[in-house]
């Protein structure tokens, strides 16, 4: 394991392919001192237009979110989104943000690696499900929303993620990272650090 100098030690990089619009996906999932991070780079098109987004999501060590800061550029324009949680209570750049009351999770429309908060917190066993409020961020235009989500542990390594009337059977590692999402997104490397 690799030490970065400034507390955090990479655990796992690997690149996600997408499958239904060109595009992929850099990722990297380190430990730090209280908790866990996740940074990715992310070149998409979408409604047929490039878009290159740079995030980072902390949590503590029960893989509850706690800081989001996502950047979005596109034609030539420039978004920044923060979020920051505590206690179910949200906050972003422009102030509380009510809706989200009771969220726990961030679920980033365009990269995988937000499925395995939820999938690390809550440790379900295989037959069990639970139900979540999830403070999704929709891009390009970084809206961020009450999303109603359930997770179902189908068995050690699959997950049934639903949210409304979409549904899918995702897999994932040892480390709650997907490896493949039907349709949406492949693992095409894992690369312990």
């Excluded at 505590?86 to 995988?112: C, H, I, K, Q, Y």
């Excluded at 690696?113 to 929709?138: C, F, K, M, Q, Y």
Aim: glycine content about 8%; some cysteine.
């Amino acid at each position: 394991m690799i030490d970065a100098g400034d507390g955090r030690k990479p655990t796992r990089a690997l690149h996600w392919r997408r499958l239904d619009t060109p595009g992929s996906e850099y990722f990297t999932l380190s430990e730090l001192p209280n908790g866990w991070e996740f940074a990715g780079t992310v070149v998409v098109t979408i409604e047929g237009e490039p878009l290159l987004v740079r995030y980072t999501v902390r949590c503590d060590p029960s893989w509850t979110t706690e800081d989001v800061d996502v950047v979005a550029e596109s034609s030539g324009t420039r978004q920044r989104l923060r979020l920051a949680a505590a206690g179910g209570r949200w906050r972003s750049n422009e102030g509380s943000v009510s809706a989200l009351d009771g969220a726990v999770d961030v679920d980033l429309g365009v990269t995988p690696s937000t499925n395995t908060l939820p999938i690390r917190r809550l440790a379900l066993d295989v037959g069990e499900h639970a139900d979540l409020i999830v403070a999704w961020v929709r891009f390009p235009d970084l809206a961020v929303v009450r999303s109603d989500q359930r997770y179902t542990r189908l068995a050690e390594n699959l997950y049934r993620y639903e949210s409304g009337s979409f549904s899918r059977d995702i897999e994932v590692d040892e480390l709650g990272l997907v490896t493949k999402y039907p349709g949406l997104f492949v693992n095409e490397s894992l690369v312990s650090a």
